[in-house]
């Protein structure tokens, strides 16, 4: 079976705090992508970051970080100084065989000035 | 560039009734998809074409679910005798190809509503 899990159901935070918003997911696959996609109030869901399963260097662009631990099915997001735009829902996706991707139930993230 | 478009933005419709979604993907993306949001849900996996052709239609929940892509861009999402329960927001998105999942772009939705 194939699944994410976000626990995290809702965060809230004050703009300047760092921030993690967890995702686990469950594959027998050995190749794999995994996705984040940030969902704003306006609505459309946006692009993050693609990851495959063998590429397990964690990677930096500006204040993002996401850190994959294969050991523990573990695909992270860390927002460094949080800013008031980052408000939204956080999906972490995941991409195996065939052409279907699935999706975890969002992380409603809250940042307050 | 322009980006995905989907018409109607807002469709209200009665129960027993059929509906038509529109997608219209970026231009020159092959591939693409259709999902369903439910509130407070990630969006759920409907079906995705790759070009013309239904490549993987798993995700429908039963045969009142049928999608097209006739000459491979544009593509209608088609519900029969709607029910209650088929109101959310349904999502499309398009990517270059399917070969591998890359990076999907999104449309704005059109929000179901059936009454």
């Known amino acids: 079976a194939q699944k994410v899990t976000q626990a995290q159901t809702e965060i809230s935070v004050v703009e300047k705090e760092d921030v993690t918003l967890d995702c686990v997911y469950e594959?027998?696959?050995?190749?794999?992508?995994l996705f984040w996609y940030k969902q704003p109030p306006s609505g459309e869901l946006v692009f993050l970051i693609r990851?495959?399963?063998?590429?397990?260097q964690n990677e930096i662009s500006g204040r993002y970080s996401w850190n994959f631990q294969k050991s523990t099915s573990s695909f992270n997001f860390t927002i460094t100084a949080s800013q008031v735009v980052d408000s939204a829902v956080y999906f972490c996706?995941?991409?195996?065989?065939?052409?279907?991707?699935?999706f975890g139930a969002g992380t409603r993230l809250f940042v307050k000035a | 560039g322009a980006g995905v478009s989907q018409t109607p933005s807002n469709k209200v419709t009665e129960k027993g009734k059929y509906v038509e979604l529109r997608c219209d993907p970026i231009?020159?993306?092959?591939?693409l998809y259709w999902y369903r949001q439910s509130l407070g849900q990630g969006p759920e996996f409907l079906i995705y074409?790759?070009?013309?052709?239904?490549?993987?239609d798993s995700g429908l929940p039963n045969d009142r679910f049928f999608a097209v892509r006739p000459e491979g861009s544009v593509s209608t999402l088609k519900i029969q005798r709607t029910e209650r329960g088929d109101s959310a927001v349904y999502l499309c998105?398009?990517?270059?190809?399917?070969?591998?999942?890359?990076?999907?772009?999104f449309g704005p939705g059109t929000r179901l509503t059936v009454l």
């Open positions: 990851r495959n399963s063998f590429d397990e």
């Open positions: 594959t027998r696959d050995t190749t794999y992508y």
């Open positions: 996706a995941l991409h195996t065989g065939g052409f279907k991707t699935i």
């Open positions: 998105a398009s990517s270059l190809d399917g070969v591998l999942p890359n990076e999907q772009f």
């Open positions: 074409f790759q070009g013309t052709g239904a490549a993987d």
């Open positions: 231009s020159g993306h092959t591939a």
